[in-house]
């Protein structure tokens, strides 16, 4: 029974070892295939056939998703040409799939590199930092991290500087409105109405507004001082008229003397007395 016990458990451990067995053959039947794809993807881009090299890359990634090698190296390709947005993502893919310490180290280093092209000078920041927690010793990340971190605080403090103007236009802007609100208010023409609508409240029983001749004379009289026009000056007499004017005065003098000299020479009218 303990023989026929110890047979049957042989074959299943020889039955799992041979599935074992299989199983790592198959899988390293895949990723050769995936690393050859890479391989061919490889010298397409050293004979600059981006085209097809970025079909190999996909292939390999198909044939094995977590295939960092063919991630990496299209995200690589696409950072070459331009393509920011598509490296970006090929080595965030990149970086979730490294197991190694320094696949995850390259992968975030070139996430930074690729934020520092986009102007992504925080973000850049923790790439790199990212980066050195997997490599250390890496003093080329370094010092991109320091490059980053420098401009990170410019941006800052240019962000900082354009939220002040903002609010500095905002408060004007304020300013401003409140000034037109004031001056709304007192608008001459606003006044000039209502001065207007209490005028004719006040008219006469000819439905003319009172005093409005004593009121027009008043504006005549000022509007007339206002123009400056001079006042009648007092006529300016000759000596020969003046001459002539005494003696005018002189034979008229005569003429009412001799007329009381007269006048005495004939006495006085004397009224008759009544009877009693």
Known sequence: ???????????????SFAQDKDKEKEQQLTL???????????????????????????????????????????????????NYEEALYRHTEAAKSAVTKKEKHH?????????????????????????????????ETRY???VAKECAAQ???????????????????DKKEDKKEEDKKEDPKDKGDQDKKNGED??????????????????????????????????????QQIKNLLEAMNNQEKKVQEKINAEKQKGAKVKTEKDW
Not at 155 to 173: G, H, L, T, V
Not at 212 to 235: A, H, L, S, V, Y
């Open 32 to 82: 050769d295939k995936a690393n050859s794809y890479v391989y061919q993807a490889n010298e397409l881009i050293e004979a600059d056939n981006f085209i097809s090299a970025e079909k190999e890359y996909r292939k390999a990634i198909s044939e094995l998703p977590s295939n960092v090698a063919g991630t990496y190296n299209l995200g690589h390709s696409y950072y070459e040409k331009g």
């Open 202 to 239: 006040e008219k006469d029983e000819d439905g003319k507004p009172k005093d409005e001749k004593n009121q027009g004379d008043g504006e005549k009289k000022e509007d007339k001082k206002e123009q400056g026009i001079p006042k009648p000056q007092p006529r300016q007499l000759s000596a």
């Open 1 to 15: 029974m303990r023989l026929m016990f110890t047979i049957i458990l042989a074959a299943v451990i020889n039955f």
């Open 107 to 139: 992968s975030y280093h070139n996430i930074g590199n690729i934020f520092m092209k986009e102007k992504l000078c925080k973000e850049a920041v923790e790439a790199y930092k990212s980066a050195l927690r997997n490599d250390p010793t890496d003093d």
């Open 155 to 173: 941006q800052k403090q240019d962000q900082d500087k354009k939220e002040e103007k903002k609010d500095e236009d905002k408060e004007n802007d």
């Open 144 to 146: 991109n991290l320091a």
